[in-house]
């Protein structure tokens, strides 16, 4: 029991250790890369 609740413990640590202002910029980060990689797969938007 008490295993499993560590367990638990080091999970919601890893998912949560990444402060949210950061996620923010990657996020950015990756969102202006996008259209760069539509256009060479061939899409078009006006």
Excluded: C, N
């Amino acid at each position: 029991m008490t295993s499993d609740l560590t367990s638990r413990i080091r999970k919601l640590a890893e998912r949560y250790k990444t402060p949210l202002p950061r996620m923010t910029e990657q996020v950015a980060e990756l969102e202006a890369e996008v259209p760069a990689h539509l256009q060479r797969m061939g899409f078009v938007w006006k």
